[in-house]
Nanobody, 114 residues
Framework: QVQLVESGGGLEQPGGSLRLSCTASGSIFRFHPMGWYRQAPGKEREWVAALNVGGTTNYADSVKGRFTISRDNAGNTVYLQMNSLKPEDTAVYYC????????WGKGTQVTVSS
């Protein structure tokens, strides 16, 4: 198992921005695909964005054009830049990495409200 720690969540107004970070215990993101997920109250966890080993990215339609996933050069931190936030983006955000089995972080709360 890999330890993943999310950070950067908080309270933001609609239209604002937040940047989430997911830090791993090693430089694993250069070698394994990872993703960001979120779970809103009363809803199932949903996929938000993915970063593949080659650097290609994919996004859920609900965040496309507003969110950007990226990785640091060391390969131990992945970011989720979230712009033009909407109230429906309110959720606990999780990062996960596939190293043969899926490892999850514990999540960070994002609340978008005026």
């Amino acid at each position: 198992q890999v330890q993943l720690v999310e950070s950067g969540g908080g309270l933001e107004q609609p239209g604002g921005s937040l940047r989430l970070s997911c830090t791993a215990s090693g430089s694993i993101f250069r070698f394994h695909p990872m993703g960001w997920y979120r779970q809103a109250p009363g809803k199932e966890r949903e996929w938000v964005a993915a970063l593949n080993v080659g650097g290609t990215t994919n996004y859920a339609d609900s965040v496309k054009g507003r969110f950007t996933i990226s990785r640091d050069n060391a390969g131990n931190t992945v970011y989720l830049q979230m712009n033009s936030l909407k109230p429906e983006d309110t959720a606990v955000y999780y990062c996960a990495v596939n190293i043969g089995s899926i490892s999850w972080g514990k999540g960070t709360q994002v609340t978008v409200s005026s």
